[in-house]
């Protein structure tokens, strides 16, 4: 497998900065992506990483370090409708598309 | 158009029955995908169908039988179920090779309660 690691639950404060961790034992993939799922909904696209670095989208960034086999996703000014799980996967294509997701980490924004 | 539509919402059905799930997308997508969903779980990759041809199987168990009639329709045939195969069943689809602005596009899923 190829062994994606997050934390399970996170809690926060309402207005603050949180980072939620992904870390994966795999190689080879193309890029990593973030997606936002609240409960019983589909997931939705966050974001994508194919080179290491930061990519900034509004409130919410992303890191990625292949040679640390690393990723972060960074929510500032957080709302309460950023409760939700956040997912991180990893992307496979080499004549086939393969997404395959991280566990996830549910946040609890708190006023 | 940028939706991935899926039906029914809800279903539940009896271990001896027969039904469908369907999936139709008209964003020129010619990568479609069937994930299941356990509560407080991930989703999990099932099929991958590129160019609607069959491209992966996950060692799904021949209870679920996928089906792409055409580039916008996924179906997945669903027989002989067993209880704990209720689960949230996603549909996604992606351009061939999904760009940075893209992603994969899920849709709302179908609830599957099998009794």
Redesign the interface.
Request: glycine fraction near 8%.
């Given at each position: 497998g190829q062994n994606i690691d997050q934390p399970t639950e996170m809690t926060a404060t309402e207005g603050a900065i949180v980072q939620i961790n992904c870390t994966y034992q795999t190689s080879g993939f193309?890029?990593l992506?973030w997606?936002q799922q609240h409960a019983?909904?589909?997931?939705?696209?966050l974001?994508?990483?194919?080179l290491d670095g930061l990519?900034e989208k509004g409130r919410f960034s992303s890191f990625l370090s292949r040679s640390k086999g690393y990723s972060y996703l960074l929510l500032k000014e957080l709302q309460m409708k950023d409760s939700a799980s956040y997912?991180c996967a990893v992307?496979f294509?080499g004549?086939?598309?393969?997404?395959?997701?991280?566990?996830?980490t549910?946040l609890a924004v708190h006023p | 158009d940028t939706e991935?539509t899926q039906t029914p919402k809800h279903l539940v059905m009896g271990m001896t029955n027969k039904k469908s799930l369907k999936c139709e997308q008209h964003m020129g997508h010619r990568?479609m995908?069937w994930y299941k969903q356990k509560a407080?779980?991930?989703?999990?990759?099932m099929f991958?169908y590129?160019y609607e041809k069959l491209?992966?199987n996950e060692s799904v168990p021949s209870r679920f039988s996928p089906e792409c009639p055409n580039s916008s329709l996924l179906n997945l045939h669903l027989h002989a179920l067993q209880p704990e195969d209720s689960a949230?069943y996603?549909c996604?689809s992606?351009q061939?090779?999904?760009?940075?602005?893209?992603?994969?596009?899920?849709?709302?899923?179908t609830?599957l309660t099998v009794v």
């Amino acid at each position: 497998g190829q062994n994606i690691d997050q934390p399970t639950e996170m809690t926060a404060t309402e207005g603050a900065i949180v980072q939620i961790n992904c870390t994966y034992q795999t190689s080879g993939f193309n890029g990593l992506f973030w997606y936002q799922q609240h409960a019983g909904e589909a997931p939705t696209f966050l974001s994508y990483n194919v080179l290491d670095g930061l990519e900034e989208k509004g409130r919410f960034s992303s890191f990625l370090s292949r040679s640390k086999g690393y990723s972060y996703l960074l929510l500032k000014e957080l709302q309460m409708k950023d409760s939700a799980s956040y997912l991180c996967a990893v992307f496979f294509s080499g004549g086939y598309n393969k997404l395959i997701f991280g566990a996830g980490t549910r946040l609890a924004v708190h006023p | 158009d940028t939706e991935v539509t899926q039906t029914p919402k809800h279903l539940v059905m009896g271990m001896t029955n027969k039904k469908s799930l369907k999936c139709e997308q008209h964003m020129g997508h010619r990568a479609m995908y069937w994930y299941k969903q356990k509560a407080k779980k991930p989703p999990e990759l099932m099929f991958v169908y590129s160019y609607e041809k069959l491209s992966i199987n996950e060692s799904v168990p021949s209870r679920f039988s996928p089906e792409c009639p055409n580039s916008s329709l996924l179906n997945l045939h669903l027989h002989a179920l067993q209880p704990e195969d209720s689960a949230l069943y996603l549909c996604a689809s992606s351009q061939d090779r999904p760009a940075n602005n893209y992603g994969y596009t899920f849709g709302s899923g179908t609830r599957l309660t099998v009794v």
